[in-house]
């Protein structure tokens, strides 16, 4: 029986070592997949009607654009969305994360990484308790010799 308390802890803590580098994979993978080297956090402004090109197949004339507003190289940059939605995905007033090209801070992308975020944070905390539970199995296993 107490051998077992010493395999499962070693199981354990393999898992919890997994979990965290699994975790630093996605948070690598997130970072990775952005276009543009500029990284902030910008602010949405204003919300505007913008017309529509004549051939969009939607049945509203306008989509509504949120201009987002950040800084970079130490000027201001105001830029509308270009995202085709009715109503604006975005709340006035709302924080979004974006990257940017440094030369050209019109070109832009919004980082939609809260999930991969989240999941990374996740298999970080599920490693953490993990080793810990092994770490306790190996001290379980330890104190049957020491009494």
Known sequence: MSGNLWIKGAVLVVL???ADIAGLIVKIYSAYMRPYEG????KVVDIIPVERERNAESRYRNRQA???????DGKLVK?????????????????VRLCYDPENPEKYMVLREEKLRNRAIALNVMGV????A???????????YVA
């Open 16 to 18: 919890g070592l997994v």
């Open 39 to 42: 990284y902030t956090e910008a």
């Open 66 to 72: 949120a201009v987002f507003q950040f800084f970079a």
């Open 79 to 95: 830029i509308v969305d270009s995202e085709d939605a009715y109503p604006c995905p975005y709340d006035l007033g709302q924080r």
């Open 129 to 132: 308790l993990l080793i810990l």
């Open 134 to 144: 092994g770490v306790l199995m190996f001290l379980t296993y330890a104190m049957r």
